[in-house]
């Protein structure tokens, strides 16, 4: 219970916080986004040379739940401080034109890629493995996907669920969840 009630607080301080800037597309750009040439097998070496998880996040201009995330989820430093240390983050703009290079080699608009992946909410959040396959797209290849907002637990349950490679495991996220929750509410 102690525990459940030092992260409520850390929960009040950090919405308080200052949340992540937007940029000249309207965007929320947090210090551990990376800014890259999103060639995303690149990205991929560069995150297994960091020994970090590549996660890609598509976001759009004036999304509410993105808001809520980068103001009320992202800026807990607890999940702070495990995106830094543990994940290299690509931005996408679910409506930009920056070209970005798929595990395939296929070549496209920010926009024209969302698309190709089946993007229809933001934030939607891919997590890639080490190793991908050069025929695959990044929604084929990845072990998880979190489309749209959630709170505090459930965001830090999939991030180190995905970082303790959970996806290979019998348990499911759903009960790792419900096991881990109970775990951090005693």
């Not at 970005?100 to 608009?109: H, K, N």
């Not at 190793?131 to 907002?149: D, F, I, K, L, Y």
């Not at 490679?165 to 996220?173: A, L, T, W």
């Not at 009960?175 to 509410?185: D, G, M, N, P």
Request: glycine content about 6%; hydrophobic content about 40%.
């Amino acid at each position: 219970m102690k525990r459940f009630l030092a992260f409520l607080a850390a929960c009040m301080i950090a919405t308080s916080l200052h949340a992540a800037e937007l940029g000249d597309d309207g965007l929320h750009k947090a210090d551990w986004m990376r800014d890259t040439f999103k060639d995303l097998g690149e990205d991929l070496a560069e995150a297994n040379a960091e020994g970090k998880r590549l996660m890609v996040i598509i976001e759009q201009r004036g999304c509410i739940y993105c808001r809520k995330m980068h103001e009320e989820v992202f800026v807990v430093p607890e999940i702070a401080q495990y995106i830094e240390d543990k994940y290299f983050v690509v931005q996408i703009n679910m409506f930009g034109d920056v070209e970005v290079t798929d595990f395939d080699g296929t070549v496209l608009p920010e926009k024209d890629m969302a698309k190709r992946w089946g993007a229809l909410f933001t934030p939607n959040i891919y997590f890639l493995p080490q190793e991908v396959e050069r025929s695959q797209t990044v929604p084929q290849a990845a072990v998880a996907n979190m489309p749209g907002a959630f709170g505090h637990w459930t965001t830090l349950n999939m991030l180190s669920w995905v970082v303790e490679e959970g996806y290979k495991s019998d348990e499911p996220f759903q009960k790792y969840h419900a096991r881990k929750f109970a775990e951090q509410s005693q």
